[in-house]
């Protein structure tokens, strides 16, 4: 997967896709869960591409199902805030 090769490219496209998302009328909770099944995807199957996605990689591998939300959500406001600053 190209995208996930560059950390600050990978963030512009989550954000587009939430921004999409959002766009579409779907809440917050149900982007989470999506997020949230993404993770386990890439966890299972995308060999990390760079030192920020080994770090997430860490964390979701000791994460019980709440933390997996909990962070989910912290990695959507990330890039829903990208351009803040």
Request: glycine share 4%; aromatic share 6%.
């Amino acid at each position: 997967m190209e995208i996930l090769q560059n950390w600050e490219r990978w963030k512009s496209f989550l954000g587009q896709q939430v921004e999409n998302a959002k766009n579409m009328g779907l809440s917050d909770n149900t982007i989470e869960k999506t997020a949230v099944q993404i993770g386990e995807y890439l966890a299972k199957n995308v060999d990390p591409k760079n030192e920020q996605e080994r770090v997430l990689a860490d964390l979701w591998s000791v994460a019980s199902e709440k933390e997996k939300h909990a962070l989910a959500s912290c990695v959507m406001k990330l890039v829903q805030n990208r351009n803040i600053n």
